[in-house]
T-cell receptor, first 116, second 115 residues
Framework: DTGVSQDPRHKITKRGQNVTFRCDPI?????LYWYRQTLGQGPEFLTYFQNEAQLEKSRLLSDRFSAERPKGSFSTLEIQRTEQGDSAMYLCASSFNRRTSELEQYFGPGTRLTVT | AQTVTQSQPEMSVQEAETVTLSCTYD???????LFWYKQPPSRQMILVIR????KQQNATENRFSVNFQKAAKSFSLKISDSQLGDTAMYFC????????????WGAGTKLIIKP
């Protein structure tokens, strides 16, 4: 297993454009999380999935953000009508919560979004 | 509310020294896990060490060890024989088991190892 992967690693877009990011979790992991991280800060929770079901979405998350996880495998995060404030690192993590010995989240390398 | 506090925004030590990063947390739940994650500059977040709250023994992973004081709700990370590659942001995180398995993060400590 190669770990959590994210694509693209970097994205530069103009304000008002839509962007979509992809995350491929570790294959047997049933939980997938999206976070946003700005420079020098800890990750900020956005949303998470258990299998294909989106179980929680941050109240701070704008309606311009949407995430999917069809078939419970990879996930996509779409940001519509991007704003400069959306510029950040978007992190994906996965975990396997069927065993209490394996609850830690494993992170991907992130997608750095720059909105100009 | 459940919180994690890291009171040291930045620390620096000489290579080969021992350094301790502090973390305190607050939760009303009895069943939880605590983690330290490391995020090197421009690199991805990786797990350093984990501690189950029900275990009294402090977790250790090679040069990394924790001092878990459950009553004081303290969870410090000790790095022995520090190396240049330990330079990174270190985040303390709380995972309450009785909620929805959401990680609660501290603000991080920037650790610089000087040659």
């Amino acid at each position: 297993d190669t770990g959590v992967s994210q694509d693209p690693r970097h994205k530069i877009t103009k304000r008002g454009q839509n962007v979509t990011f992809r995350c491929d979790p570790i294959s047997e992991h049933n939980r997938l999380y999206w976070y946003r991280q700005t420079l020098g800060q800890g990750p900020e929770f956005l949303t998470y999935f258990q299998n294909e079901a989106q179980l929680e979405k941050s109240r701070l998350l704008s309606d311009r953000f949407s995430a999917e996880r069809p078939k419970g495998s990879f996930s996509t995060l779409e940001i519509q009508r991007t704003e400069q404030g959306d510029s950040a690192m978007y992190l994906c993590a996965s975990s396997f919560n069927r065993r209490t010995s394996e609850l830690e989240q494993y992170f991907g390398p992130g997608t750095r979004l720059t909105v100009t | 509310a459940q919180t994690v506090t890291q009171s040291q925004p930045e620390m620096s030590v000489q290579e080969a020294e021992t350094v301790t990063l502090s973390c305190t947390y607050d939760t009303s739940e009895n069943n939880y896990y605590l983690f330290w994650y490391k995020q090197p500059p421009s690199r991805q977040m990786i797990l350093v060490i984990r501690q189950e709250a029900y275990k009294q023994q402090n977790a250790t992973e090679n040069r990394f060890s924790v001092n878990f004081q459950k009553a004081a709700k303290s969870f410090s990370l000790k790095i022995s024989d520090s190396q240049l590659g330990d330079t990174a942001m270190y985040f303390c995180a709380l995972l309450p088991m009785d909620s929805n398995y959401q990680l609660i993060w501290g603000a991080g400590t920037k650790l610089i190892i000087k040659p």
